[in-house]
């Protein structure tokens, strides 16, 4: 058994856990922080991935014990209270979802992406860092139209529009 000390979408949380609970396991089911996805649990398709430490990370393949003294954003503390983040509301206005089961982890690996491109993406970028990341359903032409205009309203500082 491990001891487990987080925070957790700004909230300190500590629990008693098995040494192999992984991290994605502990936020579902310790937390029920249930927007973080089991998709494969063998880091292939991104549903699961989070902000650990600010940085995306596949939560299936990371121990909560090794997340320990980490801090953790999931796809329900990206938004600020019931205000929509910027890439979450550029997913709902440019369509860049059907069944959504990939959406979390999307969203959550493409806020990490502009957040490490400020200066703004282009499409081949965006495919290319997606490649971790499988939808299923979209075919990806809105999840990268999404993840595009996301960036530059962050870039500009403005709000996400529709095209």
Do not use: W
Not at 4 to 11: A, T
Not at 124 to 148: D, M, P, S, W
């Amino acid at each position: 058994m491990s001891e487990v000390s987080l925070v957790v979408n700004g909230r300190k949380v500590s629990a008693t856990v098995e040494d192999r609970t992984l991290l994605v396991h502990f936020l579902r089911e310790h937390l029920g922080l249930t927007g973080t996805h089991v998709g494969c649990d063998t880091s292939q398709c991104g549903a699961c991935v989070v902000h650990v430490d600010g940085k995306a990370m596949k939560s299936c393949s990371m121990l909560a014990a090794q997340a320990s003294g980490s801090e953790i954003v999931t796809i329900e503390g990206l938004g600020a209270g019931a205000e929509l983040h910027p890439v979450q509301a550029a997913f709902r206005e440019h369509h860049g979802l059907q069944c959504g089961f990939c959406t979390p982890g999307m969203i959550m690996a493409a806020t990490d992406m502009i957040r490490r491109h400020p200066e703004g993406l282009d499409e081949k970028t965006v495919r290319a860092e997606l490649e971790g990341n499988i939808c299923r359903c979209t075919g990806y032409h809105n999840i990268v139209k999404a993840i595009l205009a996301a960036s530059e309203a962050m870039a500009k500082g403005g709000a996400v529009k529709a095209a």
